[in-house]
């Protein structure tokens, strides 16, 4: 099996994907399966997290703050947003599960001293629709580069039936802001109906990387390098949590030059 398809475990800690796993040095994911009731410790002392509620309720406590009632979506494909936290490097959270929940815990190095505890006011998620036609997707930005944080950039995507994500093919790999940005990136799929997949290209310029996955419902995709395309396929509507995290906290990516033409195609007809 591919380095980069990493699948889900058959026990409550779904996923656990680090640094150290990857190969790679700036990005950490999770995926926790709470019961009702069930408690979840969380610290890391030279690393911030986001918590972010897939499905289910939650309640969190953090340096000294309280919230309940976190969440609340039964499915990802509910046209609503996840409910969110921000952690700071070293601090300690208790998470509760006030029903099934799904959690997932995004994780990049952080300073301390240089945010505090937050509740991501839904308020506060950007929506946004990208692409034309086929290529149409529907955005949300969970913890984007505008609002605080040290290295983390977590948004969620929903891609209809036969349409194409993170399409015409982008890649986040060498550190030349504004050019482009060096980011390190998970996608955590979520398929409806489960029994479905995507199509998932991972591919450099020169050939060098170049695998194409079949990613099913709970897998996760390692995007280290190069470009990587998510095609899906006639019936099933995708979902993904997308994780990023480098160098520099700013996302600013480069389209594969072989398929330019897409992009000034459709801005030709949005002109008209």
Not at 100 to 112: Q, R, Y
Not at 145 to 151: I, L, M, R, V, Y
Not at 163 to 190: F, M
């Amino acid at each position: 099996m591919s380095r980069l398809l990493v699948k889900p475990a058959v026990c409550s800690q779904v996923h656990q994907v680090t640094p150290q796993s990857a190969n790679w040095q700036y990005v950490g994911f999770a995926v926790h399966d709470l019961i009702s009731g069930q408690m979840l410790k969380l610290h890391d002392s030279g690393r911030e997290l986001c918590l972010v509620v897939l499905t289910g309720t939650v309640s969190v406590a953090v340096q000294g703050k309280y919230w309940q009632g976190i969440g609340g979506r039964q499915s990802v494909f509910e046209d609503c947003a996840p409910g969110a936290i921000y952690i700071p490097a070293g601090a300690i959270a208790e998470v509760v599960a006030e029903d099934n929940v799904e959690l997932a815990v995004c994780s990049a190095p952080g300073h301390p001293d240089s945010c505090s505890a937050r509740l991501i006011d839904v308020s506060c998620m950007s929506q946004e629709i990208r692409g034309r036609g086929t290529n149409t997707r529907y955005v949300r930005n969970i913890l984007p580069q505008t609002h605080a944080a040290d290295s983390l950039l977590v948004v969620e995507v929903i891609t209809p039936s036969g349409h194409w994500s993170s399409y015409p093919p982008h890649k986040h790999d060498r550190n030349i802001v504004p050019i482009e940005s060096q980011l390190e990136e998970t996608y955590y799929h979520r398929l409806d109906p489960p029994m479905g997949y995507v199509h998932q290209r991972v591919y450099t310029d020169d050939r060098r990387l170049d695998e194409t996955l079949s990613a099913e419902d709970r897998d996760v995709v390692l995007v280290p390098e190069g470009y990587h395309p998510v095609g899906v396929p006639h019936g099933y509507t995708s979902y993904y949590l997308n994780v990023m995290a480098g160098p520099v906290r700013v996302w600013h990516f480069a389209n594969d030059p072989a398929h330019e033409w897409i992009i000034e195609q459709d801005q030709q007809i949005g002109r008209r």
